[in-house]
Nanobody, 118 residues
Framework: QVQLVESGGGLVQAGGSLRLSCAAS????????MGWYRQAPGKQRELVAVITSGGSTNYVDFVKGRFTISRDNAKNTVYLQMNSLKPEDTAVYYC????????????WGQGTQVTVSS
């Protein structure tokens, strides 16, 4: 079994910063792509950023230049540094991790609330 534990959410004023972490533990053969999604009230969950096992990154347009995704392979942990936060960034943020060599599976974190006040 695999567990993902997220941390780092909270309340911040517009223009501020937060850093999210997501650590994977358990029966892990190999960690492949790691990503962050978010879901605002009344909206569908949407991709924010993804990082491959080789370190390549991809961001959606609305966070480019403000958010940075990174990973520590030794710790099976993915991070999301969020700068210049806006009220529209308010959402529950979820990490998503693909694990395996064959029989790939994706796991979700429990979610962490990020609230940006204006």
């Amino acid at each position: 079994q695999v567990q993902l534990v997220e941390s780092g959410g909270g309340l911040v004023q517009a223009g501020g910063s937060l850093r999210l972490s997501c650590a994977a533990s358990g029966s892990i053969s190999r960690v492949n792509a790691m990503g962050w999604y978010r879901q605002a009230p009344g909206k569908q969950r949407e991709l924010v950023a993804v990082i491959t096992s080789g370190g390549s990154t991809n961001y959606v347009d609305f966070v480019k230049g403000r958010f940075t995704i990174s990973r520590d392979n030794a710790k099976n942990t993915v991070y999301l540094q969020m700068n210049s936060l806006k009220p529209e960034d308010t959402a529950v943020y979820y990490c998503n991790v693909e694990i395996g060599v064959v029989g790939l599976r994706r796991y979700w974190g429990q979610g962490t609330q990020v609230t940006v006040s204006s």
